[in-house]
């Protein structure tokens, strides 16, 4: 599964989730584009693990919300790198809040980075992938969006609005080989260990009760995966949704 000579974008990636695939990626050979929505000190600490893997990497802070930051991040990644091959919109936003209470304010601020977040950072990089006609796009999701939460109405919509757009872009897509898959994270252990940044590991957590497997999936299980759906030994898979949950939601 090797991405060299790849470019990719990581939207939220300066801790977790996305974290742990901006450095699959780089491992694997990508250079890698680190986003954080404000914390720079977060993204300019991945972009030097990476460099420490003898990678290459630039830091962007940008809100994937707003359609000008997006803009923004990507031109600046082209003009450090020429070209993007590879999206993944991990940036996502979780509130909790009774619908009876959550303000117009509230749904359209989650609805911005989790739906319009991937909308905005897919435009701006297609027309670059139809041109070399290869990209990958991945879209990360949440296992409430399918099994519903209360108090989580719109991180629930936005999510699946999420995969809607998955969907409609692999059928648009397919023929410039631009491939557009939904992977759906289940309960996270997402606590590093001071010792080893790149263990995940705790007491036994509430949340691993139900889990056919017996525990919390680690960041890296979600990152390995990334990197199978960005590489070309998943070039006849688009459109498809990948639950890594460890049986929570068997779909």
């Known amino acids: 599964m090797t991405l060299e000579g790849k470019v990719a974008i990581v939207t939220g990636s300066g801790r977790n989730i996305g974290r742990a695939t901006a450095l699959e990626l780089a491992r694997r050979g990508a250079t890698v584009v680190v986003n954080a929505r404000s914390n720079r000190s977060e993204a300019d600490a991945v972009v030097g693990e990476i460099e420490a893997l003898g990678g290459s990497a630039i830091a962007t802070i940008a809100d994937v919300g707003i359609k000008d930051q997006v803009d923004a991040m990507v031109s600046d990644a082209l003009s450090a790198f020429s070209r993007i091959d590879i999206l993944i919109n991990n940036a996502g936003l979780r509130a909790a809040d009774p619908i009876t209470n959550m303000s117009l304010e509230q749904w359209r601020s989650v609805l911005a980075v989790n739906l319009d977040g991937p909308f ?12 070399r006609s290869w990209g990958r796009i991945v879209n990360v999701s949440g296992l409430n969006a399918f099994k519903g939460r209360a108090h989580w109405a719109h991180v629930c919509a936005s999510k699946m609005g999420a995969l809607g757009l998955t969907r409609a872009l692999a059928a648009e897509l397919a023929e410039h080989n631009i491939l557009v898959n939904h992977i759906v994270p289940g309960a996270f252990d997402t606590t590093p260990l001071p010792e080893n940044p790149n263990a995940f590991a705790g007491p036994p957590d509430a949340r691993a009760v139900g889990i056919p497997v017996g525990r919390l999936g ?12 960005a590489s070309d ?19």
């Open 120 to 131: 905005f950072a897919s435009q701006a990089v297609i027309p670059g992938m139809m041109e």
């Open 218 to 229: 680690l960041p890296q299980e979600i990152a390995t995966t990334c990197a199978f759906l």
């Open 233 to 251: 030994d998943a070039s006849f898979i688009t459109g498809q949704t990948f639950h890594v949950n460890g049986g929570a939601l068997a779909y």
